[in-house]
């Protein structure tokens, strides 16, 4: 399998995740609010290059991948990540400059439990989410253990082991970008001279 192919299998990892969550979110009555970046403004969001190969792609595609690789080359500590867009006056507010290119954690977050040490399924979510609507996520936590389907975290990055498992390992969120944006710039480099 081809950088481009492993990135079409990551893209299908998403939409599977995508409806799964989807489902759940409606069915659940919890998501992530509109606006909140809370989560995005912490430059240690562990990432792996595998999930951002296809946003890798997509900025080649837009022809600024190369200057978005040199920019997060040039960073010489960590920063958040280099397409979240937060608002002037409040960075824990803003959105994703690239949502359709966001990574597995992005889309996991707020949208998928974990199993803890007993058993028992837990929500992966922030703790904006648990104090601005306690009695929602209460809800849905305890419907994830009795009647409500949940994606899996450990499930979703399975299938991205399944991919690539040498691509697979974690680093703050824009290094793991720029590995992905190197691997992509190199493989379209050998692409076109062949």
Request: aromatic share 10%; glycine share 6%.
């Amino acid at each position: 399998m081809n950088l481009f192919e492993k990135s079409e299998a990551v893209k299908e990892v998403f939409r599977q995740l995508e409806s799964e969550s989807s489902q759940f979110q409606t069915e659940g009555g919890l998501s992530c609010l509109s606006g909140c970046g809370y989560c995005c403004a912490n430059p240690k969001i562990p990432a792996s290059p595998l999930e951002f190969l296809p946003l890798a792609f997509d900025l080649h595609e837009k022809g600024i991948a190369e200057d978005i690789a040199n920019q997060l080359a040039l960073q010489d500590q960590l920063e958040n990540c280099i397409v979240y867009r937060p608002k002037a006056e409040d960075h824990t507010k803003g959105f994703c400059g690239s949502y359709a290119g966001r990574g597995l954690i992005c889309r996991l977050f707020g949208a998928s439990a974990r199993k803890t040490k007993y058993g028992q399924k837990e929500l992966i979510t922030c703790r904006i989410l648990k104090k601005d609507d306690p009695e929602a996520f209460a809800a849905a936590n305890a419907r994830i253990n009795a009647d409500l389907d949940v994606p899996m975290a450990t499930a979703f990055y399975t299938r991205l082991h399944d991919v690539d498992e040498s691509l697979t390992t974690q680093y703050p969120i824009n290094q793991a970008i720029l590995i992905a944006l190197e691997l992509v710039l190199r493989f379209k480099f050998y692409e076109e001279a062949g």
